[in-house]
Structure formats: C-alpha cells, structure tokens
C-alpha cells in the first residue's frame, strides 16, 4: 500500500524552462514532506522539506508547494539546468522515525 | 573520511548464504536507517535505531537482522539470502528529531544480487 505516490515515472524539460515534479499522499499523519535528488550509483540527498503546517517554502531556484486539502505536493524548479537532471524522490515523515517514499520522478533537463 | 559509509559497494552471494552489510558514520548521529530500493517501490525502511542497543521493524524486516553495539555503525545481516532480497540498500542517520525537521544523510548504496 503505497502511501506516497509519485505517477509521473519521468519528466523531460528544456534548459530555463520550469520543471514541476508531483507527489500525491494519503496518510493525514505526515508532519512533514521531503524532497530528495538522486544521481545514478549515489545515495538520495536531501533538497528541500516542507512542514505539514506550511504551504509552501522556498530555497533558491526551489519551491515546494503543499495543498493538504488535495493531499498533494509539487516541486517547482526554476530556471532548470541540466544539473537538475536525477531522480528526484518525494517522502512523507511520520513523527521521528520513518520516511515513506514515492517511486521517484526521473528529470531530464535537455540543454 | 567524514560521512556515512557502506561496505561492500557490490556484493553477490548465493542463495541460502549469510551476508552482512556494513554501514559506518562519522557525525555521532543518534539514528540510523537501513532502507531498500526496488523498481516500483521506491526506498522502503527495513530497520532503524535510535540510539545504540536500541533497534526496530521498519517495513520490511522479514529475514533482516540488525544490531549496533557502537552508535557509529549499524550492520544489516541477510541470514539466509533468498533471490527476493536483490535489491540496492542504502544507509542513512540523522539527528535527534528535535521538534523542527531534520533531514537524513544516505550513504552511496549497496548493490546486492542474489543467485
């Protein structure tokens, strides 16, 4: 039972143009929602999060958006490069233990 | 070096064997993670700890085990290997949890095959 869910297996976008990746979610106990990047033959790491209580938050060309009445989130990256293109992993958190993660999104920046 | 660390990178074993994978940090970070990767399934937690000695299921825990007598290092043991257990695993610790967010740190990834 997936209770992260990312249903767009991959995305391709040209350089400087914004990329959106989606999450949707069904566990109402998440406190809060990570995004992670992962290379090929590297482990994931961390890119942004966003509280349960928030409905958005911003870090340079990142912007997470969350709209808990949808159980969805999205990440917005703005310009893309061709730097951005990896995987990227939406998490949902439960308390201090667990993360639960979607199937991952795999960017495609084309220059 | 500083960080999270896995050995081996790769590993392939036979059915029915024992292997354990090695997970070592350098930050003195109280919790530790032992995730799995699979195609479709995204990266599901198979145990964690909180502190040394202190150890619970994830997800998946069916034929893990795991132990950490030193807060730096957190084994994951396959008993007795079974071809469903290819997979990449992946490390992770972070911080205790101290009412903001804290992210996890991954270290590279294990890729295991059984036959």
């Known amino acids: 039972d997936q209770q992260v869910k990312q249903n767009s297996p991959s995305l391709s976008v040209q350089e400087g143009r914004i990329s959106i990746l989606n999450c949707d979610y069904t566990?109402?106990?998440?406190?809060?929602f990570l995004w992670y990047k992962k290379y090929p033959a590297e482990g994931p790491t961390f890119l942004i999060s966003?509280?349960?209580?928030?409905d958005k938050n911003e870090d340079g060309r990142f912007t997470v958006f969350l709209n808990k009445s949808a159980k969805h989130l999205s990440l917005h990256i703005v310009p893309s490069q061709p730097g951005d293109s990896a995987v990227y992993f939406c998490?949902?958190?439960?308390?201090?233990?667990?993360?639960?993660f979607g199937t991952g999104t795999r960017l495609t920046v084309i220059p | 070096d500083a960080g999270i660390t896995q050995s081996p990178r790769y590993k392939i074993t036979e059915t029915g064997r024992q292997v354990t994978l090695m997970c070592h940090q350098t930050?003195?970070?109280?919790?530790m993670f032992w995730y799995r990767q699979d195609l479709g399934h995204g990266l599901r937690l198979i145990y964690y700890?909180?502190?040394?000695?202190?150890?619970d299921k994830g997800e998946v825990p069916d034929g893990y085990v795991v132990s950490r007598s030193k807060t730096e290092n957190f084994p994951l043991t396959l008993e007795s290997a079974t071809r469903s257990q290819t997979s990449v695993y992946f490390c992770?610790?972070?911080?205790?949890?101290?009412?903001?967010?804290?992210?996890?740190?991954f270290g590279q990834g294990t890729r295991l095959t059984v036959v």
């Open positions: 930050w003195s970070h109280s919790y």
């Open positions: 966003i509280s349960s209580i928030k």
């Open positions: 998490a949902g958190r439960t308390g201090a233990n667990n993360l639960f």
């Open positions: 700890s909180a502190a040394a000695d202190i150890t």
């Open positions: 992770a610790s972070r911080r205790p949890d101290r009412g903001t967010n804290t992210e996890a740190f």
């Open positions: 566990n109402s106990m998440f406190d809060y």
